[in-house]
C-alpha cells in the first residue's frame, strides 16, 4: 500500500530553520494535493501548507504564510517544507498528508487519504 515517511525533524532554537521531508513509496495513487498538518499537545490538527501535485500551486495557512514554503519533487516522489524564522509556537508533531483525487477540502484534514507517522519539532525559546 501507500506509504509516507516524514523526516528531518528534531530540536532548534527560535528563529532557526529546519527542513521536512515526505518520502511516499508503494503502490500508484491518484494523487491530487500534498499537505503538511502539525499538532501540538491537546490541540487539534491544524493545517499548515498544501501543494497541488500537478501544476505545483501552494497554499498556507496565515501562521505560517512568509515563513514555511512547501515544495515538491515529481522525480522523487517526496514533498518538503522549508521552516524558517521558527518560533516556539511551531512547535509540534507535523504531519505529512496525501490526497486525491478530488482537489476540496484542501485545508480539511478529514478529506486527506493517507498520512505518515509524524516527526516532533521542538522550537526553544
Known amino acids: 500500500q501507500v506509504q509516507l515517511v516524514e523526516s528531518g525533524g528534531g530540536l532548534v532554537q527560535a528563529g532557526g530553520s529546519l527542513r521536512l521531508s515526505c518520502a511516499v513509496s508503494?503502490?500508484?495513487?491518484?494523487?491530487?494535493?500534498m499537505g503538511w498538518f502539525r499538532q501540538a499537545p491537546g490541540k487539534e490538527r491544524e493545517f499548515a501548507a498544501a501543494?497541488?501535485?500537478?501544476?505545483?500551486?501552494?497554499d498556507y495557512s496565515d501562521s505560517v504564510k512568509g515563513r514555511f514554503t512547501i515544495s515538491r519533487d515529481k522525480a522523487k516522489n517526496t514533498v518538503y517544507l522549508q521552516m524558517n524564522s521558527l518560533k516556539p509556537e511551531d512547535t509540534a508533531v507535523y504531519y505529512c498528508?496525501?490526497?486525491?483525487?478530488?482537489?476540496?477540502?484542501?485545508?480539511?484534514?478529514?478529506?486527506?487519504?493517507?498520512w505518515g507517522q509524524g516527526t516532533q519539532i521542538t522550537v526553544s525559546s
Open positions: 498528508a496525501a490526497k486525491g483525487p478530488n482537489l476540496k477540502g484542501l485545508r480539511n484534514p478529514g478529506s486527506y487519504d493517507y
Open positions: 508503494g503502490r500508484t495513487f491518484s494523487r491530487a494535493a
Open positions: 501543494i497541488i501535485w500537478s501544476a505545483g500551486s501552494t
